[in-house]
């Protein structure tokens, strides 16, 4: 899921209780693709909270070096990406 404030910033969160690692893929396009790390929190979901995502702008999750699809009705395709379409 993600979340955008009046000032620019994007929370990004996934539930994956059982996960070792969880990671964040933005393509910002023009070819900037950043992999973030994201931080588990107490009830066991990831989060991280990133400036300077807009519209259009693509991202997935990567849950233990696999990539797993934005359960969200916003899910651009079988790839795996989701658009950003509107703030949530």
Same mark, same amino acid.
């Given at each position: 899921?993600?979340?955008? &404030?009046?000032?620019?910033? $994007?929370?990004?969160?996934?539930?994956? *209780?059982? !996960? $070792?690692?969880?990671?964040?893929?933005?393509? +910002?396009?023009?070819? +900037?693709?950043?992999?973030?790390?994201?931080?588990?929190? &107490? /009830?066991?979901? @990831?989060?991280?909270?990133?400036?300077?995502? $807009? /519209?259009?702008?693509?991202?997935? +999750?990567?849950? &233990?070096?696999? $990539? #797993?699809?934005?359960? &969200? !009705?916003?899910?651009?395709? *079988?790839?795996? @990406?989701?658009? #950003?379409?509107?703030?949530?």
């Amino acid at each position: 899921m993600m979340r955008r &404030d009046e000032n620019g910033m $994007s929370d990004f969160m996934v539930e994956a *209780p059982e !996960a $070792s690692v969880v990671e964040l893929t933005i393509d +910002f396009g023009n070819g +900037f693709v950043r992999t973030l790390a994201m931080k588990r929190t &107490d /009830d066991r979901t @990831w989060t991280i909270r990133v400036h300077g995502v $807009s /519209d259009g702008v693509r991202y997935r +999750f990567r849950v &233990d070096g696999r $990539s #797993i699809p934005e359960p &969200d !009705a916003f899910c651009d395709g *079988p790839d795996g @990406w989701t658009r #950003i379409t509107r703030a949530a």
